[in-house]
T-cell receptor, first 115, second 110 residues
Framework: GAGVSQTPSNKVTEKGKYVELRCDPISGHTALYWYRQSLGQGPEFLIYFQGTGAADDSGLPNDRFFAVRPEGSVSTLKIQRTERGDSAVYLC?????????????FGPGTRLTVL | TQLLEQSPQFLSIQEGENLTVYCNSSSVFSSLQWYRQEPGEGPVLLVTVVTGGEVKKLKRLTFQFGDARKDSSLHITAAQPGDTGLYLCAGAVPGGKLIFGQGTELSVKP
């Protein structure tokens, strides 16, 4: 079956611009996570959705970052007024539950470069 | 703040050698997971350990969860070039979010 997909795979933008990154989770998965991975680092948690609602957005670095999941499936991560420090790989993961032992399946990520 | 310290950060060995990667924290986690990540791809789960003291084996890979559920190790026996990649440990906290270590970049030379 289809895994988690993310689009675009690469995004190059200029400082100050707005970007949207899309995540299509595995069909039927209720939990969806966004992580950010900087070069040479492990992924860093951003936000977690259970269904349509953001259950935990404690990892969003500031109010320029926002994410939605209006129908409980596809999610969009939105970054306003991008800064060079936002350059990273943005990973999305989905799972069938939010328990500690539930497997998170990761997408290939979107590489964002802010010039 | 819960942190996971992973070591070593880089490891370059010859084919056939053994190696161990460590993952340590001062915090207790509900479970600890090990992932492997290839360039341009997302992390892929290798194993989840849940019970303190648990040991799991996956072919030449042995995973151990500390008794206090604060630390874990990954041991690879007779490493092969196909084992090359980024290995990540991650602790699960209530709500399911993962706290990742910095990763270990493993290179196995033929």
């Amino acid at each position: 079956g289809a895994g988690v997909s993310q689009t675009p795979s690469n995004k190059v933008t200029e400082k100050g611009k707005y970007v949207e990154l899309r995540c299509d989770p595995i069909s039927g998965h209720t939990a969806l996570y966004w992580y950010r991975q900087s070069l040479g680092q492990g992924p860093e948690f951003l936000i977690y959705f259970q269904g349509t609602g953001a259950a935990d957005d404690s990892g969003l670095p500031n109010d320029r970052f926002f994410a939605v999941r209006p129908e409980g499936s596809v999610s969009t991560l939105k970054i306003q007024r991008t800064e060079r420090g936002d350059s990273a790989v943005y990973l999305c993961a989905s799972s069938s539950g939010a328990g500690a032992a539930d497997t998170q399946y990761f997408g290939p990520g979107t590489r964002l470069t802010v010039l | 703040t819960q942190l996971l310290e992973q070591s070593p950060q880089f490891l370059s060995i010859q084919e056939g050698e053994n190696l161990t990667v460590y993952c340590n924290s001062s915090s207790v986690f509900s479970s600890l997971q090990w992932y492997r990540q290839e360039p341009g791809e997302g992390p892929v789960l290798l194993v989840t350990v849940v019970t303190g003291g648990e040991v799991k084996k996956l072919k030449r890979l042995t995973f151990q969860f500390g008794d206090a559920r604060k630390d874990s190790s990954l041991h690879i026996t007779a490493a092969q070039p196909g084992d090359t990649g980024l290995y990540l440990c991650a602790g699960a906290v209530p709500g399911g979010k993962l706290i990742f270590g910095q990763g270990t970049e493993l290179s196995v030379k033929p």
